[in-house]
């Protein structure tokens, strides 16, 4: 069964200033943003096309096969100490990171395109969300009535959760 893929990299962004980024949905009420520079594809691809692992954290899905390469699957909001992902779901939204030669696989609610922001919108975290959060974060954008929280790929890669030996 092939994934399909949504296409980031080459939509029509309405506000042509500022740093790219990736929209998503962590959870009903959360959403996120990750940086284009980290982010390499969104797809969806089938809940059987991961295969996990025992005696894993329960935020680490297993591994998937992503153009070739091995890598390994993260529920992203588990991982945050949000609301994990439906397990009744029979396929999952994949957002592809890479951090230096890593790459990761987060597996999000959803996926809902690019948007672009000026760095001078991008405030400190602190004191507006969960204090567990703030370590993954770069900051927080305030849009209309949501908060947007813009993730650190290098410190989701580089979690202790993740590297627990």
């Not at 994990?84 to 396929?91: E, I």
């Not at 204090?131 to 009535?145: A, D, F, I």
Request: charged letters at 15%; hydrophobic letters at 45%.
């Amino acid at each position: 069964m092939n994934s399909s893929k949504i296409t980031v990299a080459n939509e029509q962004i309405q506000n042509h200033s500022g740093d790219g980024y990736l929209k998503f949905k962590l959870n009903r009420q959360t959403f996120g943003i990750l940086s284009m520079k980290y982010t390499q594809e969104a797809i969806v691809i089938p809940v059987e096309s991961i295969t996990s692992m025992p005696n894993m954290p329960p935020c680490i899905l297993g591994l998937m096969n992503w153009r070739s390469r091995i890598i390994w699957s993260i529920d992203l909001p588990e991982m945050l100490n949000l609301e994990s992902l439906d397990t009744r779901l029979h396929q999952y939204n994949a957002i592809i990171i890479r951090v230096e030669s890593v790459l990761l696989g987060l597996i999000v609610q959803e996926i809902i395109g690019t948007v672009r922001f000026m760095p001078d919108l991008i405030h400190s975290p602190v004191g507006q969300v969960a204090s567990s959060l703030v370590p993954y974060l770069r900051g927080c954008v305030m849009q209309e009535k949501e908060i947007l929280l813009l993730l650190d790929a290098r410190a989701i890669v580089q979690s202790s959760i993740l590297h627990n030996d």
